[in-house]
């Protein structure tokens, strides 16, 4: 066994020696249907005598193949990012069909996915997913990072776990993305929260970029960088903690608001949050400040 397969057994062996001791007040249980499991619940869900979930490891290969969750499958989310970015995105129906039917997956499969910790990437599949029509779509609170230490060895594997079967799946049309020309429309209107989820060099353009190259951000826009989301362990904060930060940005149920980043993945981040945290009826500009910056028709602060 690798040494980090070894560091993950050896991990899991201590949280059960904790539970056996009396550690843990009571045993993990399968999570309630949501945006986030918690890691504790992670293997009880795959061992569900029902609606077993498809697994999607998204970190690098290099840290999947010594040890990753049983039956899990690597997803490059390099390449889904490079593919909801160019040509027609996430509008491509049948790209993401293909992609998604590829993974054994459709409109009903219960999915779990992690990354490294960031999530972030997790995050990105997440939103890939749901917008395409994937009802049950649950991303790892803090990742492998907080996952590896509490699962049994015996869920967790190495080397390659198998192809999943393909399925019949057709994407669904996206129904929360807003494009550049309507933000420009809600910007220059400022009746809508736009929350900028970089960091705040980012969002103020204290950052070193090539010569000729814009920075800034939207005109109205607030900035509410996406780890100000995440506690001390690398976990979504509360959903009544997260509903306190989003509100502090003019963003509630009743206030729907539009988030972006750089290139998608941590405004689909703010996304997941917020959904967490209730707020279901938030857009994205998933093309984000990538898209915008690189238009000199559209103005930045």
Same mark, same amino acid.
């Given at each position: 066994?690798s040494?980090?397969?070894l560091?993950?057994?050896?991990? *899991?062996?201590?949280?059960?020696? +904790?539970?056996?001791?009396?550690?843990?007040?009571? @045993? %993990?249980?399968?999570?309630?249907?949501?945006?986030?499991?918690? %890691?504790?619940?992670?293997? *009880?869900a795959?061992?569900?005598?029902h609606s077993? %979930?498809?697994?999607? #490891?998204?970190? +690098?290969?290099?840290? /999947?193949?010594?040890?990753?969750?049983?039956?899990?499958? =690597?997803?490059?989310? =390099?390449?889904?990012? @490079?593919a909801?970015? =160019?040509?027609?995105?996430?509008?491509?129906?049948?790209?993401?069909?293909?992609?998604?039917?590829?993974?054994?997956?459709?409109?009903?499969?219960?999915?779990?996915? /992690?990354? #490294?910790g960031?999530?972030?990437?997790?995050?990105? *599949?997440?939103?890939?997913?749901r917008?395409?029509?994937?009802?049950?779509?649950? !991303?790892?609170?803090?990742?492998?990072?907080n996952?590896?230490?509490?699962? $049994?060895?015996?869920?967790?594997? @190495?080397?390659?776990?198998?192809?999943?079967?393909?399925?019949?799946?057709?994407? *669904?049309?996206?129904?929360r993305?807003?494009?550049? #020309?309507?933000?420009?429309?809600?910007?220059?209107?400022?009746?809508?929260?736009i929350?900028?989820?970089?960091?705040?060099?980012?969002f103020?353009?204290?950052?070193?970029?090539? @010569?000729?190259?814009?920075?800034g951000?939207? %005109?109205?826009?607030? +900035?509410?960088?996406?780890? $100000?989301?995440?506690? #001390?362990?690398?976990?979504?904060?509360?959903?009544?903690?997260?509903?306190?930060?989003?509100?502090?940005?003019?963003?509630?149920?009743?206030?729907?608001? !539009?988030?972006?980043?750089?290139?998608?993945?941590?405004?689909?981040?703010?996304?997941?949050?917020?959904? /967490?945290?209730?707020?279901?009826?938030?857009s994205?500009? /998933?093309?984000?400040?990538?898209?915008w910056?690189?238009?000199?028709?559209c103005? !930045? $602060?």
């Amino acid at each position: 066994m690798s040494r980090s397969s070894l560091l993950c057994a050896a991990a *899991a062996a201590g949280f059960l020696v +904790n539970l056996l001791l009396g550690g843990c007040s009571s @045993a %993990p249980t399968v999570a309630q249907r949501s945006v986030i499991i918690e %890691p504790e619940a992670v293997g *009880a869900a795959l061992e569900a005598a029902h609606s077993k %979930p498809i697994v999607l #490891d998204t970190r +690098n290969l290099e840290d /999947y193949g010594p040890a990753h969750v049983v039956g899990a499958q =690597r997803l490059d989310t =390099r390449d889904w990012s @490079a593919a909801s970015r =160019r040509g027609e995105g996430l509008n491509d129906s049948e790209g993401w069909s293909i992609r998604i039917s590829a993974l054994g997956i459709d409109e009903e499969t219960p999915v779990i996915i /992690y990354d #490294d910790g960031g999530m972030t990437s997790a995050a990105r *599949a997440w939103f890939i997913l749901r917008e395409c029509g994937v009802k049950d779509v649950r !991303v790892v609170n803090g990742g492998w990072s907080n996952l590896c230490p509490v699962l $049994e060895p015996r869920l967790v594997q @190495a080397g390659n776990p198998g192809e999943f079967a393909p399925t019949r799946f057709a994407a *669904a049309t996206p129904n929360r993305l807003v494009t550049k #020309d309507q933000l420009k429309a809600l910007s220059s209107a400022g009746t809508q929260p736009i929350l900028d989820v970089r960091t705040e060099d980012e969002f103020t353009g204290n950052v070193k970029v090539e @010569a000729g190259r814009r920075v800034g951000h939207v %005109p109205t826009a607030t +900035n509410l960088p996406h780890k $100000e989301m995440l506690d #001390d362990r690398g976990r979504l904060r509360t959903p009544e903690e997260l509903r306190t930060l989003f509100a502090a940005n003019g963003a509630t149920q009743a206030q729907p608001s !539009v988030l972006l980043c750089q290139s998608g993945g941590r405004a689909a981040f703010a996304a997941l949050a917020a959904e /967490y945290a209730g707020l279901d009826n938030t857009s994205v500009y /998933y093309m984000s400040m990538g898209e915008w910056l690189g238009d000199a028709s559209c103005p !930045v $602060e």
